[in-house]
């Protein structure tokens, strides 16, 4: 049980995981998941203002292209390039969407690739139904550590593995900015009609589930709906609605067939916002070495 509490604040104190254990949950460990699931419903307490929505739209739309952007396609499979301060810079903002630190996360996304709708691939919904590759996964006992010989590029950076060793400390230092820029225009601009707690329950509570829950639907609905146009190994599937609420990691099909492209959305339509911004990134000097699918890989397409 100590173990387990101290796993919430230092994640790399893994547990002792037997073979029999490894897929079943951690109800200790996860009690803060949980607890952000029900913070939800204080909202019926703190009521509803134009000013507290927008701003939760604001912060998802933040944390929804940081782990798109960067620990997705940078921190995951290095479809760009960049300085380490920014580096560091990407590490932080990707942080904020409390979905652990950027090496736990990058290791468990390579292993899917490596061994997609396979056996082991805790997040497929093809070999472990819908509640596991959703968020079960997440939850269990086993994956909390990760396979370390899967990020060795990673391990050499002091800075991310703090950050990714404390996954906590972001996440918490945003939850206190929040609750006080709310307090803040509470005292000096009642007209907004918010507070620092209604700023902190939409914008850090219900904007944490709500783009937890649209990232991890890449994994359970975007190998079970959608289109195939590339027939690759998997069943992976572009899906148009998720590319939108993910700004364009719903063209998981065409992400599964060429994954170290920075760009997912290979056809003019195919709205993927991450990219865009990616691009003004590197024009203003931010990244560079933005890769892309050759032609030759998007005109294989198939057909759905």
Not at 7 to 33: G, H, M, S
Not at 95 to 106: F, K
């Amino acid at each position: 049980m100590i173990k387990s509490l101290i796993q919430w604040v230092d994640a790399y104190q893994q547990p002792d995981v037997t073979q029999e254990d490894k897929n079943k949950i951690d109800w200790l460990r996860v009690i803060p998941f949980i607890l952000l699931h029900l913070a939800c419903l204080a909202v019926f307490f703190v009521g509803v203002s134009a000013t507290a929505v927008l701003f939760a739209i604001f912060i998802y739309g933040l944390r929804i292209f940081s782990i798109g952007a960067f620990y997705h396609r940078y921190f995951s499979h290095k479809s760009y390039q960049t300085n380490r301060f920014w580096q560091f810079i990407f590490a932080i903002l990707g942080a904020s969407a409390v979905q652990r630190g950027p090496i736990w996360w990058a290791a468990h996304h390579r292993q899917h690739h490596l061994t997609s709708d396979q056996p082991d691939d805790v997040h497929s919904p093809i070999q472990h139904g819908f509640f596991m590759s959703h968020m079960g996964w997440f939850l269990t006992k086993g994956n909390f550590s990760y396979d370390k010989r899967r990020v060795k590029d990673w391990l050499k950076y002091p800075e991310i593995i703090f950050l990714d060793r404390f996954d906590i400390l972001i996440p918490i230092i945003l939850a206190i900015l929040i609750f006080f820029i709310g307090h803040l225009l509470y005292l000096h601009a009642p007209q907004l009609h918010t507070s620092g707690m209604q700023l902190l329950i939409w914008g850090f509570f219900i904007s944490t589930v709500v783009s937890f829950h649209v990232t991890v639907a890449i994994n359970s609905f975007g190998h079970k709906f959608g289109q195939r146009p590339y027939q690759t190994e998997d069943s992976s599937r572009n899906n148009w609605v998720l590319a939108i609420f993910t700004f364009g990691e719903g063209w998981h099909n065409n992400h599964h067939r060429y994954p170290v492209s920075a760009q997912q959305g290979f056809l003019w339509w195919q709205f993927d916002l991450t990219f865009y911004l990616l691009v003004l990134m590197e024009k203003i000097g931010i990244i560079k070495g933005l890769k892309r699918a050759p032609k030759t890989v998007i005109n294989q397409q198939k057909g759905s």
